[in-house]
């Protein structure tokens, strides 16, 4: 897809009018491992971008998450809290992690997918 | 030299095999100036010679008959079933590591799975860790919970919770956050209220009033327990404390000059992901085997490392064993009469003591179980002429609280058998 | 084989043991207490007579490995042998039957034990004071860093960072935030040793200590410890000995003599009390007489021959624990170094530091080898160099554990890809090493001609390798109200 962007921290954003989805990257599921648990925060919370807005665990690694944008909660995934294997399975669709109502437009240092690819892969 | 494997001449092999002359070029990496030559330590000693010297000291020391020990405070002389330690002392459990691969570890984690089971029981809380260091510790760690849970700082301590476990809870919360304030009044800044159920003295508090009131304000009820009292007092469980915690000491641990023993901590389901220390949970393999597993790891210091909250990593998986093996062996049966042996003797003792001249029940309208403070005329050459005739009379708690100068705390178990508490009685009035 | 468990074993018709009844004229607490005070529902225990229970202690055992039976290769554990001596000493009456609140002219030999085993400790590591109170190697670093931080403040001076290296524990970083402290990672250059330029750049007035360990975790001596404490020495800080790793040179070198100002000890490992399955250990901590007043309370003082518990001691810490620390488990050390002397401590290290590099070296050509020896008394190799056949650490482990071997330690340090870590201890004889190596190369050599049945070991175990991810998921379930099975206890179904 070529309007999914993503932060250094491997979130990535999708957006729909004035509403973003958030997720976490292929690259950074496959790196967790299975996953087992999100801690998600409530519909309704503020978050600017960079924050930590939760934390994911996989059996064998916890990783923050943060937040590609600035904006408010408007809906988090209910299905992750009994099926947490749909972020491995398909972290880009059922596996999506927040619904976020935007303030302002999309921070301008995400990148493209061309580009994380790079990057993620030097990183690693 | 005792304990050690190879011979000179396997040394000079072994050597050799490495491609070196000696052991110095293995060292080369400590600098020169740090090298010592000898420790500052006496020559070893034979099994013989060693056991001799530990058996001096041992001898050095005074060890009341646990049927005339009446001093309580937080560890107890019981009845411990032979079977305890015939288990613990199975090389198989005692020199296991860390059951970290738990298809070589079934036995240790199987084991704990269960002490996890009992002590859910025990207390009727959802769920409890694997072992935590002692009772201080636990209330400690139960508070740290209570701080990340509620985003709150200020810990309650209730009443006349354990001395030694307020002082670790406050050597604990600098540099965690937390405020450790006295009373019994929560407000919408209270993380959680810390309670003893029975108290340090022996009484009965009102845990479930504490515990709504704790809950009237958003804070957490932590409830600290005697094991063996949850056989006839409602658990923490029934009057809905959050948190539960204890020390196991009673439940088939040597006195041991207070350590080592175990800690406890159950909680709600609401907090599982909040306890420290680890967890065991049952899991299968390929074949559709039952086996147990350390789980939920994640939560744990060598995973968050500076984001953990709890540092613990070594907990007291033997005396949790022990724990377990003496919860079993007693079943609820033998842990009621227990109990109850208990109250109707420490109740006797306390009729009796309180009828000697001078002597007054230091709270007279307070329940209690098998430990109850007393107001003793001349505490001090008292207990010195008790010591003189082998017994190990009441402690004096004025040691910690100013207000009770002159009180001390008696204790009677099942192992205070009515003829001891008689020799108490004849040594009082000698 | 598996075990049923004691819950599932439990007879409804079992009789409880014989116990004393009262024997006094008193109530019964259901004649006194009222009804809301009272246990509404009975505990439900397992109901066993004791033949049941200890056959299924004993078949439960026999499920374990253990030290007794195996080699545990473990690094940074240091399992050595458990002299069954120390276990007679700490189960002597005149230890095991003591209360804690004795009077202290009634524990005269507890307090001489414990006295004297404190200055054993000091000339093992060369310090001035210990404190016996921590419970475990965590527990003692956070002690020390509560003093530490007690120290810089009692001289106004606010310091807000603790350094720690990427190769660390991770109880390093977790006591570092615990007491407080933001906690700064410093890099290991590449031959594995803490890299002084990056030292050198997260140095500040902000820092309150260095913790590191020595040999660090990857079984090599810090060359350069004197400059390093030099470093850290000059800006104020403080320097902080984790002892992981103290078995590499006892009576060949001490952290106080290297500039350490507050080491902890892990008598689990160095001084052989047994490991219990995950505790109970003891982590006492040694300090320089700066730190000294700041000590846990009460320490053991001695005059005119008589050892007291001193409580008056205004710039303490605080307790850390109830009571005195494991004193069970500090007869057991105590009795080991007695036992021992300097000569026998001595040659105990040096014989560990030989069997690691023995086995090293058997190891060399099967294992990859990141860094160049010699190593201390333990060393890492990776299974990286077993990538193209798909086979990890991981698998290695578990071939290992079907050849009648405990684990190395895997995946630590994190700072070596496919970690394992070996620490082959002083008690272990040269034909037990040639027999891991061998089983080593034999695996190496299954990676490399039948990967997948590699992949499917433990075979001959009670049970093979357990979905932990099943478990993890299923725990979710439960606390989110999806599943009623707890996972994490036995439950008695629903009717």
């Known amino acids: 897809m070529a309007d999914r962007r993503y932060s250094k921290t491997h979130e990535w954003v999708t957006v729909d009018g004035k509403t973003a989805t958030v997720g976490i990257s292929d690259f950074a599921q496959a790196q967790l491992g299975d996953v087992v648990f999100l801690d998600l925060p409530k519909p309704g919370r503020k978050l600017s971008h960079g924050e930590t807005f939760g934390v994911i665990e996989s059996v064998k690694a916890a990783s923050d998450l943060y937040s590609p944008v600035n904006g408010t909660v408007a809906a988090v995934n209910e299905n992750l809290t009994a099926h947490p294997e749909l972020v491995n399975s398909d972290p880009y669709g059922e596996g999506w992690i927040l619904k976020v109502d935007l303030s302002g437009g999309v921070p301008a240092d995400l990148m493209d997918e061309a580009a994380y690819k790079q990057a993620a892969e030097a990183g690693h | ?430 | 084989m598996t075990e049923p468990l004691s819950f599932e074993l439990s007879r409804a018709g079992a009789e409880p043991p014989r116990l004393p009844a009262a024997g006094v004229h008193a109530p019964r607490p259901a004649d006194v207490l009222s009804k809301d005070v009272l246990r509404a529902h009975p505990a439900d225990l397992p109901r066993l007579s004791e033949p049941e229970i200890m056959r299924h202690y004993s078949r439960m055992a026999s499920l374990n490995y253990s030290i007794s039976e195996q080699f545990y290769p473990l690094g940074s554990c240091t399992m050595k042998y458990n002299p069954v001596a120390n276990e007679a000493a700490a189960a002597l009456p005149g230890f095991a039957g003591l209360h804690p609140y004795q009077d202290e002219d009634t524990v005269q030999g507890a307090l001489e034990l414990m006295h004297s085993l404190e200055r054993a400790l000091c000339a093992v590591v060369g310090v001035d004071r210990v404190t016996l109170q921590p419970a475990a190697g965590a527990h003692g670093e956070w002690t020390a860093l509560r003093m530490i931080q007690a120290y810089h403040r009692s001289r106004g001076d606010k310091r807000t960072e603790v350094l720690v290296p990427d190769s660390a524990h991770g109880t390093n970083p977790a006591s570092a935030a615990l007491s407080g402290f933001q906690v700064v990672e410093v890099r290991s250059g590449p031959d594995g040793r803490i890299s002084l330029a990056d030292l050198e750049s997260k140095l500040s007035p902000r820092v309150a200590a260095l913790m590191l360990t020595n040999p660090n975790t990857l079984g090599l001596f810090e060359r350069e410890i004197l400059d390093v404490a030099e470093m850290v020495h000059a800006t104020g800080a403080m320097l902080y000995y984790d002892g992981a790793n103290l078995n590499a040179f006892m009576g060949v070198c001490r952290p106080g003599d290297m500039g350490f100002d507050a080491v902890h000890m892990n008598l689990h490992k160095t001084f052989t009390t047994p490991h219990g399955g995950g505790g109970p250990g003891a982590g006492p901590v040694g300090v320089k007489a700066e730190l000294a007043p700041f000590l846990p309370h009460p320490t053991i003082e001695r005059s005119n021959g008589h050892f007291t518990l001193d409580f008056k001691r205004p710039q303490s810490i605080g307790r850390v624990r109830s009571f005195y620390g494991n004193f069970g488990m500090l007869v057991r050390a105590y009795t080991y170094i007695l036992a021992m002397g300097g000569d026998g401590l001595t040659q105990a290290s040096l014989d560990a530091v030989l069997s690691a590099n023995y086995l090293r070296k058997q190891v060399e050509g099967v294992l990859d080898l990141p860094h160049e020896g010699p190593c201390m008394h333990e060393f890492v190799a990776s299974a990286h160099n077993l990538a193209p056949q798909g086979v990890k650490a991981l698998d290695v482990a578990k071939g290992l554990l079907e050849r009648d071997f405990y684990a190395p330690t895997v995946y630590f340090p994190l700072v070596v890809p496919e970690a394992i870590m070996v620490e082959p201890t002083e008690t272990e004889s040269k034909a037990t090493l040639d027999a891991f190596a061998g089983a080593l190369k034999d695996i190496v050599q299954q990676a490399r001609t039948d990967a997948a049945a590699l992949h499917a070991e433990p075979r001959s175990l009670p049970v093979g390798r357990l979905d932990e991810v099943g478990t993890a998921r299923q725990i979710t379930a439960y606390l989110t109200g999806q599943s009623e099975d707890p996972v994490l206890r036995w439950k008695r179904p629903a009717k």
């Open chain 2, 1 to 430: 030299m005792p304990y050690l494997v190879h011979s000179p001449q396997e040394r000079e092999e072994m050597l050799a095999a490495i491609g070196v002359e000696s052991m110095d070029q293995l060292l080369v990496d400590i600098p020169s100036s740090l090298r010592i030559h000898d420790l500052k330590l006496p020559r070893g000693l034979s099994e013989f010679e060693t056991m001799a010297a530990v058996r001096d000291l041992a001898a050095a020391n005074r060890v009341f008959a646990d049927r005339l020990t009446f001093r309580g405070g937080g560890v107890y002389k019981r009845f411990i079933p032979t079977a305890v330690a015939a288990v613990t002392g199975k090389p198989e459990f005692y020199t296991a590591y860390t059951p970290y691969q738990p298809e070589a570890s079934q036995g240790t984690l199987q084991a704990i799975y269960e002490f996890q089971s009992l002590i859910a029981e025990l207390t009727a809380m959802d769920v409890a860790n694997a072992s935590l260091y002692d009772g201080a510790t636990a209330v400690a760690e139960a508070a740290m919970m209570a701080r990340v849970h509620t985003g709150r700082d200020e810990i309650l301590v209730a009443g006349y919770v354990h001395p030694e476990y307020v002082e670790v809870l406050r050597t604990f919360s600098e540099g965690r956050g937390m405020k450790v304030k006295k009373g019994d009044q929560p407000t919408n800044k209270t993380a959680a209220v810390v309670f003893q159920q029975p108290d340090f003295l022996g009484l009965l508090v009102d845990a479930k009033g504490l515990t709504e009131r704790a809950h009237s304000v958003g804070a957490l009820a932590i409830a600290s327990v005697d094991p063996i009292s949850l056989a006839i007092l409602a658990p923490p469980g029934e009057y809905g404390a959050d948190i539960a915690v204890g020390e196991g000491q009673q439940l088939g641990l040597a006195a041991s000059y207070g350590g080592p023993h175990v800690g406890f901590i159950a909680c709600t389901k609401d907090l599982v992901r909040r306890l420290p220390g680890r967890l065991i949970g049952s899991s299968h393999d390929a074949q559709g085997r039952r086996g147990f597993v350390l789980t939920l790891t994640a939560r744990e210091q060598h995973i968050r490392r500076e984001k953990a909250t709890s540092n613990i990593c070594t907990n007291h998986s033997l005396c949790a064993l022990a724990a377990a093996v003496y919860m079993t062996y007693m079943g609820e049966a033998g842990m009621r009469q227990v109990a109850e042996v208990s109250f109707q003797r420490a109740h006797a003792l306390a009729e009796r003591l309180a009828a000697l001249p001078g002597w007054e029940m230091a709270f007279p309208e307070r329940q209690f179980l098998n430990e109850f403070p007393i107001i003793a005329p001349k505490a001090k050459p008292l207990l010195r002429k008790l010591a003189k005739k082998g017994i190990l009379g009441g402690l004096e708690v004025g040691r910690w609280f100013r207000e009770l100068k002159g009180v001390l705390t008696f204790t009677c178990t099942e192992v205070n058998d009515p003829a001891a508490i008689d020799a108490l009685l004849e040594a009082l009035s000698a």
